[in-house]
């Protein structure tokens, strides 16, 4: 088990911003049922009974624990789980879709956040962390995720809601403050502007640039102009601290495996998915609102 120290990092990084994925392919279809029988329509009604949960999910069997975690995690508005054979003895499930709506991670609302996972095992353990584990420990809480075939993202996040975050809130790092801090969306990138100071020096910044994603886990700043007080700048002290925000958004250490490749920005939301879009299908549902 990673240290808490190295884990909170990681969770850090894990989630902040925009941080989930989902789409199935032919190759992963059931085998026919001419081998092993069709459901009984008791099993097919049972897969298709929905689950409620609303401000809490008290309730310990596997679904009822991979749900909470989420909520936990994300604290969404909402939140559905579908959840295709599993888990077995060993923990494994063969398919899994989650839609959060409202999610918010480091004080930032996500609009929707979508997944699916294709043959995942997760390290069950306890629900109360009598394993030896403490509660909350892991990278999805108490059920950690040992192995994942692939993975399948869609994350959609809006321009009002990064500037109803920014308003009034003050960043730091490197010794530096921003403050008064706007963003505008842009097809392809963004301008935003802010109030830097840093020991004596204090100074409007406007910084526009274009996105892009590295090495299908990453979204970065690419070719960024950066202007102070309406003049553009090689300022090193500002230069210096914009290059310490790179990345905006790390998925390298995501539970899930997913190779990022659409980057779709307008003048109102900024969208991050893999190739293959999310799918959801019929299975063991649960569903949760938080009012």
Same mark, same amino acid.
């Given at each position: 088990?990673?240290?808490?120290?190295?884990?909170?990092?990681?969770?850090?990084?894990?989630?902040?911003?925009?941080? !989930?994925?989902? #789409? +199935?392919?032919? @190759?992963?279809?059931?085998?026919?049922? $001419?081998?092993? *029988? /069709?459901?009984?329509?008791? =099993?097919?009604?049972?897969?298709?009974?929905?689950?409620?949960?609303?401000?809490?999910?008290?309730?310990?069997?596997?679904?009822?624990?991979?749900?909470?975690?989420?909520?936990?995690?994300?604290?969404?508005?909402?939140?559905?789980?579908?959840?295709?054979?599993?888990?077995? !003895?060993?923990? #494994? +499930?063969?398919? @899994?879709?989650?839609?959060?709506?409202? $999610?918010?991670? *480091? /004080?930032?609302?996500?609009? =929707?956040?979508?997944?699916?996972?294709?043959?995942?095992?997760?390290?069950?353990?306890?629900?109360?962390?009598?394993?030896?584990?403490?509660?909350?420990?892991?990278?999805?809480?108490?059920?950690?995720?040992?192995?994942?075939?692939?993975?399948?993202?869609?994350?959609?996040?809006?321009?009002?809601?990064?500037?109803?975050?920014?308003?009034?809130?003050?960043?730091?790092?490197? *010794?530096?403050?921003?403050?008064?801090?706007?963003?505008?969306?842009?097809?392809?990138?963004?301008?935003?502007?802010?109030?830097?100071?840093?020991?004596?020096?204090?100074?409007?910044?406007?910084?526009?640039?274009?996105?892009?994603?590295?090495?299908?886990?990453?979204?970065?700043?690419?070719?960024?102009?950066?202007?102070?007080?309406?003049?553009?700048?090689?300022?090193?002290?500002?230069?210096?601290?914009?290059?310490?925000?790179?990345?905006?958004?790390?998925?390298?250490?995501?539970?899930?495996?997913?190779?990022?490749?659409?980057?779709?920005?307008?003048?109102?939301?900024?969208?991050?998915?893999?190739?293959?879009?999310?799918?959801?299908?019929?299975?063991?549902?649960?569903?949760?609102?938080?009012?």
């Amino acid at each position: 088990m990673k240290s808490s120290k190295n884990g909170e990092k990681k969770a850090g990084r894990r989630y902040s911003a925009v941080c !989930a994925a989902a #789409a +199935v392919s032919a @190759l992963f279809i059931l085998v026919p049922l $001419a081998v092993f *029988g /069709g459901p009984s329509r008791a =099993s097919a009604a049972e897969a298709r009974a929905v689950r409620t949960f609303t401000g809490t999910v008290e309730e310990t069997d596997f679904p009822a624990r991979l749900l909470r975690n989420l909520v936990e995690s994300l604290a969404p508005e909402s939140l559905e789980l579908v959840l295709e054979d599993g888990p077995d !003895a060993s923990g #494994a +499930v063969r398919r @899994l879709y989650f839609e959060a709506r409202g $999610a918010k991670q *480091g /004080g930032i609302r996500i609009d =929707s956040l979508r997944l699916e996972a294709l043959f995942v095992k997760f390290d069950i353990g306890s629900p109360s962390g009598n394993d030896g584990s403490a509660p909350g420990e892991g990278n999805l809480g108490d059920l950690n995720v040992s192995e994942a075939v692939q993975g399948y993202f869609e994350g959609r996040v809006l321009e009002k809601d990064l500037n109803d975050f920014l308003l009034g809130a003050t960043l730091t790092g490197g *010794g530096a403050e921003w403050k008064d801090l706007r963003f505008d969306l842009r097809p392809g990138g963004f301008s935003a502007s802010a109030r830097f100071a840093s020991g004596v020096v204090s100074a409007r910044v406007v910084v526009e640039s274009h996105l892009e994603i590295e090495d299908r886990d990453r979204l970065r700043m690419r070719n960024y102009r950066v202007s102070v007080n309406n003049a553009e700048t090689d300022m090193a002290m500002i230069l210096e601290a914009i290059e310490k925000a790179q990345p905006l958004l790390d998925f390298r250490d995501f539970p899930f495996p997913v190779r990022l490749r659409e980057l779709t920005v307008d003048e109102d939301a900024l969208v991050l998915a893999t190739r293959v879009a999310p799918t959801r299908f019929e299975g063991t549902t649960l569903r949760y609102e938080a009012r």
